[in-house]
């Protein structure tokens, strides 16, 4: 978790915001593909993997704020959109790549379906592909 934080941040200079915001989204759902085994693993040999995870995950929907933000200025993102229902589309999507319900191109069409919701005015409609906008 604190590898994505450290790219949210990062992504949040980036000079095109609406396509680090689509693609950091992108970037967390497919680490939630892989995060579930992890998890898994290093809860069964015993350790707690949420311990201290409250000052990150604050950290995180910071970060994630920051770039919601950035984009919405930048109108690459909807103006209407707020944090909790960002995150709840996030949450949404991290939990059906986590139980292994998406294979990949069920993902990719799923994301663009969701992105092109949260386009502003600038960008227009997707072209297809989920994160297509190039960072």
Known sequence: ????????????????????????????????????????????AGIDVKVGMNELSREMVAAIETLLTRAQQAEDVRADVRIPELLALLSAACLAAERGQWEEGLRTRTLSVMFDGLRGPSLGPAPGVAGAQPV
């Open 1 to 44: 978790m604190r590898t994505l934080v450290d790219e949210a941040r990062d992504l949040a200079v980036s000079e095109e915001p609406g396509a680090a915001f689509f693609r950091f989204f992108t970037r967390v759902v497919e680490d939630a593909t892989h995060k579930k085994t992890l998890v898994d693993a290093l809860t069964d």
